[in-house]
């Protein structure tokens, strides 16, 4: 196991370069499940844990990792696969960091670290409904076979366990920007549904329009679209928040992508990801990003809509 994390921690300078590694694993079932190796701190084998009168029943329990308590939520149940299989013994805890929490989640056996493009990463078929729990599949050829690998929403599987609250404290609304921004309209590029929601259900709130597209080669797509209209995309929208990591086109060749049309390389950007560190402060500057936040600060994401309509309103005096 610790030769596989070291591999790990090597391999995250792979984000930003259109590529990725998958920490692949097993639930109990025929299928195949992975998370993004960025996410993940470590591996460990099921560890000792308390029981917490009145948690989620999700939440397997809360142990102690580094000298703090973190829940492990039970994966397999949170993503509702079937529990009539008698023979599943969970062997494994991944744990991880999203949107500046810490959790671990109680998996069965660790199958493989895979790098792959995100080329080959594709959205999950319309088929499996609104419901579902993947944010991305992909294929994986090893043993001489080739298989589906399942790539998990972990944002959507949280937010049935932890309730985030997108309500905007009185003392960052600004009453007279927001006058400015109703109508605005803003672009939301993000893989997940939950997070797109989550954007939309806190921005709403000041009147602005919100668009969204899943990955960035829609989102692409769609901006050079009003650009061939001769739209001024840079005035039709306010700002476009982008999240790092999606299937087909990343924020970061999204975010390049822009900047080397001049029909539209003045728009605002602001990377909103679930990755956290110095690492994506270095790769909005090299991609040429405006801002960088972290998931989720609802006051964060008003506090950046303000600051870029305080900037226009400066500058048309």
């Given at each position: 196991?610790?030769?596989?994390?070291?591999?790990?921690?090597?391999?995250?300078?792979?984000?930003?370069?259109?590529?990725?590694?998958?920490?692949?694993?097993?639930?109990?079932?025929?299928?195949?499940f992975a998370l993004n190796v960025f996410k993940v701190r470590e591996v460990i084998t099921v560890p000792k844990m308390n029981k917490m009168p009145g948690s989620h029943y999700h939440i397997s329990g809360v142990t102690d990792y580094r000298g703090r308590s973190i829940p492990i939520i039970d994966l397999r149940t949170a993503i509702h696969l079937s529990a009539n299989n008698p023979d599943y013994v969970p062997e494994n805890v991944i744990i991880t960091e999203y949107n500046r929490s810490v959790q671990g989640f109680?998996?069965?056996?660790?199958?493989?670290?895979?790098?792959?493009?995100?080329?080959?990463?594709?959205?999950?078929?319309?088929?499996?409904?609104?419901?579902?729990?993947?944010?991305?599949?992909?294929?994986?050829?090893?043993d001489g076979k080739s298989e589906l690998v399942e790539i998990i929403d972990v944002e959507k599987v949280l937010s049935e366990i932890v309730e985030y609250d997108t309500s905007i404290s009185e003392e960052v609304l600004d009453e007279e920007i927001k006058t400015h921004l109703e109508g605005r309209k803003i672009l939301i590029v993000d893989d997940s549904s939950t997070a797109r929601w989550q954007i939309k259900q806190t921005l709403s709130q000041l009147g602005l329009d919100?668009?969204?597209?899943?990955?960035?080669?829609?989102?692409?797509?769609?901006?050079?679209?009003?650009?061939?209209e001769g739209i001024k995309v840079s005035e039709h929208l306010l700002?476009?928040?982008t999240d790092a990591e999606m299937p087909e086109m990343d924020g970061?060749?999204?975010?390049?992508?822009?900047?080397?049309?001049?029909?539209?390389?003045?728009?605002?950007?602001?990377?909103?990801?679930?990755?956290?560190?110095?690492f994506n402060e270095a790769m909005v500057e090299k991609v040429g990003c405006d801002r960088f936040i972290s998931k989720f600060q609802?006051?964060?994401?008003?506090?950046?809509?303000?600051?870029?309509?305080?900037?226009?309103?400066?500058?048309?005096?």
């Amino acid at each position: 196991m610790s030769k596989l994390m070291s591999s790990i921690d090597q391999r995250t300078q792979l984000v930003g370069e259109n590529r990725l590694e998958l920490l692949l694993f097993k639930l109990g079932s025929r299928h195949t499940f992975a998370l993004n190796v960025f996410k993940v701190r470590e591996v460990i084998t099921v560890p000792k844990m308390n029981k917490m009168p009145g948690s989620h029943y999700h939440i397997s329990g809360v142990t102690d990792y580094r000298g703090r308590s973190i829940p492990i939520i039970d994966l397999r149940t949170a993503i509702h696969l079937s529990a009539n299989n008698p023979d599943y013994v969970p062997e494994n805890v991944i744990i991880t960091e999203y949107n500046r929490s810490v959790q671990g989640f109680l998996i069965g056996q660790i199958m493989n670290i895979v790098n792959t493009s995100w080329s080959d990463i594709q959205p999950p078929p319309s088929s499996v409904g609104k419901n579902n729990y993947l944010t991305a599949i992909t294929r994986y050829d090893g043993d001489g076979k080739s298989e589906l690998v399942e790539i998990i929403d972990v944002e959507k599987v949280l937010s049935e366990i932890v309730e985030y609250d997108t309500s905007i404290s009185e003392e960052v609304l600004d009453e007279e920007i927001k006058t400015h921004l109703e109508g605005r309209k803003i672009l939301i590029v993000d893989d997940s549904s939950t997070a797109r929601w989550q954007i939309k259900q806190t921005l709403s709130q000041l009147g602005l329009d919100i668009i969204e597209e899943k990955n960035g080669l829609l989102a692409l797509k769609k901006l050079q679209a009003w650009a061939d209209e001769g739209i001024k995309v840079s005035e039709h929208l306010l700002m476009m928040f982008t999240d790092a990591e999606m299937p087909e086109m990343d924020g970061y060749r999204l975010t390049a992508e822009v900047r080397d049309d001049p029909r539209m390389t003045s728009l605002y950007i602001a990377l909103n990801t679930s990755l956290s560190g110095s690492f994506n402060e270095a790769m909005v500057e090299k991609v040429g990003c405006d801002r960088f936040i972290s998931k989720f600060q609802p006051d964060l994401l008003v506090e950046v809509v303000q600051d870029r309509m305080r900037a226009l309103l400066s500058t048309s005096k």
